[in-house]
C-alpha cells in the first residue's frame, strides 16, 4: 500500500472515532439573572440598585426586582416589598411574564416553585368559580396600581378556579424547567390561597420560591 493510502485510512478510521470520544464542553451561556446585560439601557430603575429592570407599560416606566425568599404567605410578601418603597408587581403583558418565568427557572433550578404576583381576586368573584362575569379576564385585578388590562392574564388550564372552597384569592406563577409541575402548566398563573401552605398540602414542589416587587422609578 502506497503511505498517502494508509495515511489516508487512517485519517478515516482514527479522525473519526477520536472526535466521537473529546469530551464536549457545554456551551457557555450568556447569563444576566439579575443586573441588566453590558450595554442594555434599564432606564430610570438602576437609581435603586442592582436587581431592578425596567420595563415600559401603557401607563409608564416600571421596575420590577424578584426577591427569593422559601415558603412565604402573600401578604408577607406585600409587607416585604412595601419595606423596599415597593408593592407585588402585576404582570402587564407575556413579555413581563416571560421575564420572570425565565430568571426564576433559572435561579432555583433544579428546584421548582411558585411565585407571588401582584394580583387579587375582584370581590364579587370571590364565591364564585369560572363564570361568565367571573372569567380568565375578569376575575382577578392587578393590584401594584401600574399594570391595566388582560394582556399578563397567562392562566393555567381551566384556571382561575377558586377551587379548595372558594378560597383561591390570590394568584401565583408557576416555574419549573419542566412543562408541568404536579399538574399545573409552568409558565402560567394559578390561583392560590393567599397563605395557602403548599407544603402542608403535599406539593413541595410548588412551593412558594419568590415574589416580584415594582415600582415606579
Ligand atoms: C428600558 O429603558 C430603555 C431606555 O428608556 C428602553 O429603551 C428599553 O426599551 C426599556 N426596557 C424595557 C424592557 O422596556
Ligand atoms: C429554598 O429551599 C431550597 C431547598 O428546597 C434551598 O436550596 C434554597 O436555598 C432555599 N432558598 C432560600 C432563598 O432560602
Known amino acids: 500500500m502506497p503511505q498517502n493510502s494508509i495515511f489516508l485510512l487512517l485519517t478515516i478510521l482514527v479522525v473519526p472515532s477520536f472526535c466521537i470520544i473529546l469530551p464536549q464542553k457545554p456551551p457557555k451561556v450568556k447569563d444576566c439573572p439579575v443586573q441588566n446585560c453590558p450595554g ?9 440598585g442592582a436587581g431592578w429592570k425596567n420595563f415600559t407599560r401603557p401607563l409608564g416606566e416600571w421596575c420590577m426586582k ?3 425568599e422559601n415558603s412565604t404567605t402573600q401578604p408577607i410578601a406585600e409587607q416585604r416589598c412595601q419595606a423596599q418603597g415597593a408593592t407585588l408587581s402585576g404582570l402587564q403583558n407575556q413579555m413581563e411574564a416571560q421575564y420572570v418565568v425565565s430568571t426564576v427557572t433559572r435561579h432555583i433550578y433544579p428546584e421548582t416553585g411558585s411565585v407571588w404576583v401582584g394580583m387579587a381576586r375582584r370581590s364579587f368573584c370571590q364565591t364564585v368559580g369560572l363564570t361568565e362575569d367571573c372569567s380568565w379576564a375578569t376575575s382577578f385585578q392587578w393590584t401594584d396600581n401600574s ?13 382561575p378556579d377558586n377551587a379548595r372552597g372558594r378560597s383561591q384569592h390570590c394568584g401565583v406563577l408557576t416555574v419549573s424547567s419542566q412543562g408541568s409541575v404536579d399538574g399545573t402548566q409552568t409558565g402560567l398563573l394559578d390561583d392560590v390561597g393567599c397563605e395557602f ?21
Open 197 to 217: 401552605d403548599f407544603i402542608k398540602n403535599d406539593k413541595k414542589e410548588r412551593d412558594i420560591k419568590a415574589y416580584i416587587c415594582g415600582k415606579k422609578p
Open 66 to 68: 424578584i426577591f427569593y
Open 40 to 48: 442594555e439601557s434599564n432606564g430610570n430603575c438602576g437609581k435603586f
Open 147 to 159: 399594570a391595566i388590562g388582560f394582556d399578563g392574564f397567562g392562566w393555567a388550564c381551566n384556571q
